[in-house]
Every structure is written in structure tokens, then in C-alpha cells.
């Protein structure tokens, strides 16, 4: 018999459209999905990516958090960025949140996002216990 699966919904209408949980726990691991800083319109919540990078990650936290996982918890991080977003700000939202934990990284430009003017998606794992 395999791990326990739970999962957690932010609302998203992307969930619904293409049948995805923002995050998955199976066993004491937890994989939260590309998350990007979006209003209810669906289209980004604010401009700056040091506002977009913070807002995504706490949002991709909550989901952690709602799975019985924290901040410590986190291994890897990932920061996509268009080429509009300024990987800078990016950075130092990053190094804000995960100060003292310092998870695993990958930080790179794609061409664009599906949400209107979001500049910033965040995806992260963690090891519960």
C-alpha cells in the first residue's frame, strides 16, 4: 500500500480547467506547483517582481503550510522570470523568506506566462520531518 495522498486547492481557475492541486503531500513530501502572484481577474496583482516574487511564495508557503509543512521544511525552490521581471528583486525576495534555510535554487527566464502581466512564477518542495 502506498503513501497517504492529500492535496490543497488555492481556487485557482486554473486548477479546474486543467485538473491540478496547487500542492500535493505524499508520505512526508510535498511538491507545490507553479504559483504566480494573481488577482481574481487572473491577471497580476501588482507590476514589480519583488512584490510578485514575495506574494507567489507566500502563497506557495500557505500551501505548505495547510499540508503540515513550514518554511524550514523547504529543499528546492524555483524562480521563473520573463525577460520583463528584474531577477535582482526577484533574488532578494527570495533571500528574505528563505534566510537561515537556504533551500536548493534554480532561477532562469521562459518567454511569457499564461496570466496577463505576471512576471514571476514560484514552484518549491519540502521534506516534512
Known sequence: M?????H???GSPFEETANYSRAVRVGN?????????TGANGSAFHPGTYEQTREAFDRALAAVRE???DVADVTRTRIFL??????????RAHAELFAGVEPANTTLY????IPEG????????????
Open 82 to 91: 520573463t525577460v520583463d521581471a528584474e531577477w535582482r528583486d526577484a533574488v
Open 67 to 69: 499540508l503540515g509543512g
Open 8 to 10: 490543497s486547492r488555492s
Open 118 to 129: 505576471v512576471v514571476v512564477e514560484v514552484e518549491l518542495d519540502a521534506v516534512v520531518g
Open 29 to 37: 513530501t510535498i511538491a507545490v506547483s507553479g504559483t504566480a502572484a
Open 2 to 6: 502506498g503513501a497517504s495522498r492529500t
Open 110 to 113: 521562459v518567454a511569457a506566462f
